[in-house]
């Protein structure tokens, strides 16, 4: 098992041992229980699915109410698959916690980040802008975006004003600076996406140990 669902709960400081200043993002990761294993025989692949947060048992309907009872376990807010290796031993109904980190260095977090509605270029894609003096016409416009008569048109994927953020994104190589089981809470150096409160995915760090 190499991943947990969780939950930001905000960003703080501590102390490294020379005395350092680090500033980290909390993460309330886990406990989180195995609702279904999906095998390869059965469903193709290899995973599981892993539900976080009690929730109301009137407040799920009836397919999902089955869906839990088959499983052996009570309602769940938030479901996710995580892939798993066939030889690893996972029954519906195991429990696990911020533990599955303990000796892990990095981790990567994937969340769904702020939305920040309809924005120009310069703020969406970065860009310099036009001169800021008298008398011109282009302080934050894009500019050109297309040719004349040939091709006639504007190109796929060019950057232009449009909806930004509430997409998912992955932080990756995010170094882990504290676990506290007691608490469920793993700190980790650097920001994580999404609001305060927003739910994320912890798994351990595909590029880096």
């Not at 930001?8 to 195995?34: H, L, N, W, Y």
């Not at 599981?48 to 499983?71: C, D, M, T, W, Y």
């Not at 696990?96 to 994937?110: L, R």
């Not at 232009?160 to 990756?172: D, K």
């Amino acid at each position: 098992m190499n991943a947990l669902i969780g939950r930001k709960i905000g960003m703080t400081r501590v102390f490294a041992e020379d005395g350092k200043q680090v500033s980290v993002t909390v993460i309330e990761a886990g406990p989180c229980v195995v609702v279904q294993r999906k095998t390869a025989e059965k469903d193709g692949y290899n995973a599981v699915q892993i539900g976080f947060e009690n929730q109301k048992e009137s407040r799920v309907n009836k397919p999902l109410a089955g869906h839990f009872k088959k499983g052996g376990t009570t309602a769940r807010k938030v479901l996710a698959e995580v892939g798993v290796g066939a030889e690893e031993e996972i029954e519906a109904g195991t429990e696990f916690d911020v533990s599955i980190f303990d000796g892990v260095g990095y981790v990567d977090v994937c969340g769904t980040s702020k939305g920040r509605g309809f924005q120009g270029v310069m703020k969406r894609h970065n860009f310099a802008g036009g001169r800021a003096t008298h008398g011109s016409h282009s302080k934050r416009r894009p500019g050109s975006i297309g040719q004349c008569e040939f091709p006639g048109r504007v190109f796929k994927n060019r950057k232009m004003p449009g909806q930004m953020g509430s997409a998912r994104v992955t932080h990756q190589n995010l170094k882990v600076v504290a676990l506290r089981p007691e608490d469920n809470v793993i700190l980790v150096a650097g920001s994580v996406p999404g609001p305060g409160g927003g739910i994320v995915t912890v798994k351990k760090a595909l590029k880096k140990a």
